[in-house]
């Protein structure tokens, strides 16, 4: 099963559409009402967080039959999974909120952020 989790950090109470901000991002535009974030940082995490994982590039991973591909920008990460189970990513989830970047569902068009 293919699914993507997608993160993003707003500046403020913004009322645009997440879905219009997730297309945005994902075609790598730079919004200014969306934070940066410390990609570099984020990467790392990740990196710690999935060791056991075969790195098959920078943005790469696979265990198994399970895989994840990461785009990351200055003030996005999208993880497109393959397989992966819900422990996974519920562990890639765990470390986007530790810099406050909660989960955007673009399958059913919802941001888990409990402030809206």
Known sequence: MARDLSFWKKK????????????DLSNGKYLDY???????????????????WRRLNNYCFANGNASFEL?????FVRADCYNVTEKDMNKMIDILLKYDCPLYDAAIDTRFDESE
Not at 12 to 23: G, P
Not at 71 to 75: R, V, Y
């Open 12 to 23: 403020n109470n913004i009322q645009i559409k997440n879905s219009d901000i997730y297309k």
């Open 34 to 52: 969306i934070c940066e974030i410390p990609s570099e940082e984020i990467l790392q995490d990740i990196v710690c967080g999935f060791s056991k």
């Open 71 to 75: 785009f990351i920008t200055k003030q």
